[in-house]
């Protein structure tokens, strides 16, 4: 099982990133893929999920209204569209994979994680 995360980098606030998550050793069938953060200093959190293989979402406080969790099936692949970001989403950006995507996997963790990728919101 193996996740890359990219797309991070640097913009404005009030502006928008899409980050990608690649998957490999699994389709996203089996799995259910979720996007974190770790600011720094910082505890990481929890965002969002979508859960295999119905593509049901779910979203923290964090990640209601500005983000929002698609996946492209036959690309392997999950997105996280950012918009209107804010300073405060500065932060390394994970995705994690686990056969769960519940509220207590977005607080606990998942089992297999990536290599995040940074954002950082400044103008």
């Known amino acids: 099982v193996q996740l890359q995360a990219s797309g991070g980098g640097l913009v404005q606030p009030g502006g928008s990133l899409r980050l990608s998550c690649v998957v490999s050793g699994f389709t996203l069938d089996d799995y259910a893929i979720g996007w974190f953060r770790q600011a720094p200093g910082k505890e990481r959190e929890g965002i969002s999920c979508?859960?295999?293989?119905?593509?049901?979402?779910l979203y923290t406080d964090s990640g209601k209204g500005r983000f929002t969790i698609s996946r492209d099936n036959a690309k392997n692949t999950v997105y996280l569209q950012m918009n209107s970001l804010k300073p405060e989403d500065t932060a390394v950006y994970y995705c994690?994979?686990?056969?769960?995507?519940?509220?207590?996997?977005?607080?606990?963790?998942?089992?297999?994680w990536g290599k995040g990728t940074l954002v950082t919101v400044s103008s």
């Open positions: 994690a994979a686990d056969r769960s995507c519940r509220r207590h996997t977005l607080y606990y963790g998942m089992d297999y």
């Open positions: 979508i859960r295999s293989p119905d593509g049901m979402t």
